[in-house]
């Protein structure tokens, strides 16, 4: 039997491919594997994997030691049974070094960064007042336990200082990683990026581009998130040096960030692009990993698409219960806001319904069921607040016959598109994003 084995690394899924490469004939090898094609599969994690990656069960066949998918892709068994393959988890996601912040729950832990006399206190190349927002940005993130505060004498956690031309032309900034619990020690700023790259097309610049405001702020946002523990959010597909790999410091996905985020400011290779702001997913990597309060949660919320027009919503409050997919189907699509696991002041219940045509919804109404007895109550997923407050943002409820409940902090939200939504009263408060 001729086999041909390749290895295929996309979106985390690392397979063998039998047979589907052309031979020096352009021909498909496809000899002594097809002889078990009638067995009925009962693997739990196969379906789970065939979900995922959005494969028929009735393509796969079975052999003793692997599944073959479409007559094409093998999946070894025993990695499944082991977990090696991606089924519930997005690599190509937004991640941390194994070693972080030594910091705890409920204890503010602030950060002291000191700017070095080799950075200019006028002229273009001084970064002061952006090194100062930019510690004012990462102060703004509710619920983060980390607090940047600028010192100019005593001990710092940080310091912020001129490269003395030790970064090459195209890297604007350096941070080191986190070591023994504390932040990275240093951040290196190239003051006379580009300097070669302009003079190669003619223009003679001794200091380099005159970096504009909004991109320096935005760097020193990015290198004081390596320095507290942020890989590059693209760090699988960055294409300055992408696949990035785990290396000694290690790469942890953040449950509930996801693939391809181009607002994220930890991506890699975005030296010359202008602070807009973090994405609603860095501020969800920021609350994850170093929450003040570490019973705040995202409200996960998923789609299923029946077809192409008719679809279903589901939520969640903890990330275990589904993932990125679960096995019923239901994708991932972002998160609605926080919510409390937990009954803090001031919070009521909000029940997750399922009706008989098992479709969900929620409410913070503890009597649907009685009202309407279609419902059934399925799961208490967290508490929310039923009034507005600070800090908070009002979560909108809107129904269509073919996409069923739909939940929102965006009124009139672009999600939908097409006739017979009604609705758009206030469902209940969740503690707001930005
Ligand atoms: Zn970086």
New binding site residues.
Partial sequence: MKKRFKILLHFGILVSLFSCELDQNNQIIDEGILKKENSIINDKNLEKFADYYGFKMANIKEFDDFYLIEDCIGVDKQTLINGGYDIKSNPNAQARTTGIVNSTPWVIRTIRVRIDNSIPTSGVDNWRPEIAQALDDMNSINNFRLHFELVTSGSHDILIRSDNNVLQDEQI?L?QWPAGGNPGFEILINLDFWREALLSIGVNEPGGWNVPSGVKRRNIV??I??NIGY??TNHLTNNNGGPEGAGTIGVHEIPGTWTNDAGSV??????TQTWNNFSVLDILANRAVYPIDPGESPLFTYVKDFSSTIKSHNWTGEWSEYGNISSSGYNYRGYTGFIYLYQKANTVPLYRYIHSSNNYYITTNPNLATTYPSYTLNKTLGYVYTSPGSNRIPVYEYYNNNQGHFFTTNFGDSWMTGSGWSGGGIAFYVEKIL
């Fill in positions: 900034a941070a990015h290198e998130g390596h890989r590059h930890m991506n890699g290779g975005t030296a």
